[in-house]
T-cell receptor, first 115, second 111 residues
Framework: EAGVTQSPTHLIKTRGQQATLRCSPI?????VYWYQQALGLGLQFLLW???????NRGNFPPRFSGRQFPNYSSELNVNALELEDSALYLC??????????????FGPGTRLTVL | QKEVEQDPGPLSVPEGAIVSLNCTYS??????FMWYRQYSRKGPELLMY????GNKEDGRFTAQVDKSSKYISLFIRDSQPSDSATYLC???????????FGQGTRLTINP
């Protein structure tokens, strides 16, 4: 069974540009989560999508946004990039949104560097 | 104060040692407790999952949760060089769906 996949592996942008990151969940999973892992800060929750809708959002500015497509894949968009947005962006998926116990499986991440 | 505190290490121990990793937390609403392992340049993988207080054992790994003290632990017995990784504790509340992570402890097992 294929795991969570993310693209691209690496992304280099300059300040003020926009970045688009993509995630494909495990087959059958409907929930997709985005986390930011910045150096020294640990993983921080960004967004949660389920059945095409945004269900929860972390403490990040509105220039972080995303969407979930009918096939449950997801995009994370970061507008007006700032240097401190440089981080590893991790996507996770889980089977269903109805249970807080559902396991989240992580992809390998996209390393975003803002110059 | 962070919701979840975890000593970032680094922690270096000889092969075969017992390793103890710990996290403390402040939010009494947390009900679900997890330990993830993250190898360099990889995403985190789930190691252990515990609901509420108690112990859970899986092979060389034991997870403990003490909700009265707001303290969780992961023990690794007979540690191996392949256990060298960053270990992240994570927790969530009922229906919250978002995981709150500790900073991660970088562990090295020396042959």
């Amino acid at each position: 069974e294929a795991g969570v996949t993310q693209s691209p592996t690496h992304l280099i942008k300059t300040r003020g540009q926009q970045a688009t990151l993509r995630c494909s969940p495990i087959s059958g999973h409907t929930s997709v989560y985005w986390y930011q892992q910045a150096l020294g800060l640990g993983l921080q929750f960004l967004l949660w999508y389920d059945e095409g809708e945004e269900r929860n959002r972390g403490n990040f500015p509105p220039r972080f946004s995303g969407r979930q497509f009918p096939n449950y894949s997801s995009e994370l968009n970061v507008n007006a990039l700032e240097l401190e947005d440089s981080a590893l962006y991790l996507c996770a998926s889980s089977l269903a949104r109805d249970s807080a116990t559902d396991t989240q499986y992580f992809g390998p991440g996209t390393r975003l560097t803002v110059l | 104060q962070k919701e979840v505190e975890q000593d970032p290490g680094p922690l270096s121990v000889p092969e075969g040692a017992i390793v103890s990793l710990n996290c403390t937390y402040s939010n009494s609403a947390f009900q679900y407790f997890m330990w993830y392992r993250q190898y360099s340049r990889k995403g985190p993988e789930l190691l252990m999952y515990t609901y509420s207080s108690g112990n859970k054992e899986d092979g060389r790994f034991t997870a403990q949760v003490d909700k009265s003290s707001k303290y969780i632990s992961l023990f690794i017995r007979d540690s191996q060089p392949s256990d060298s990784a960053t270990y992240l504790c994570a927790m969530s509340g009922m229906g919250a769906q978002k995981l709150v992570f500790g900073q991660g402890t970088r562990l090295t097992i020396n042959p």
